[in-house]
């Protein structure tokens, strides 16, 4: 899915082998880290689009699915300064 760049179908289908719970443990680490990595490239596209909310809501599905990818943690801190800053809402 990567090479069609369809990032949120993408996320769904790596949340579906994380649910599942069938592979190996080494599958699974797989599944987990290639969804985080969609959510962030999703952020990063909202950032692109000058949606800064939007980003702060990817990176944060990041960060559930991965709660020490410092990579989302930053870009969540950064897109929340900027949101903050244009007075956009925050999702909750």
Not at 1 to 9: A, F, G, L, N, P
Not at 36 to 54: K, S, T, V
């Amino acid at each position: 899915r990567y090479d069609s760049r369809d990032w949120e179908r993408a996320a769904v289908l790596f949340a579906q082998i994380r649910r599942d719970g069938r592979g190996s443990d080494a599958t699974l680490a797989k599944a987990r880290d290639g969804e985080a990595y969609c959510y962030r490239e999703l952020g990063h596209g909202a950032q692109r689009r000058d949606d800064f909310a939007g980003a702060v809501r990817w990176y944060r599905l990041a960060l559930e699915v991965r709660p020490d990818d410092a990579a989302a943690r930053t870009e969540l801190e950064a897109a929340e300064k900027v949101a903050q800053s244009r007075g956009e809402p925050l999702p909750a």
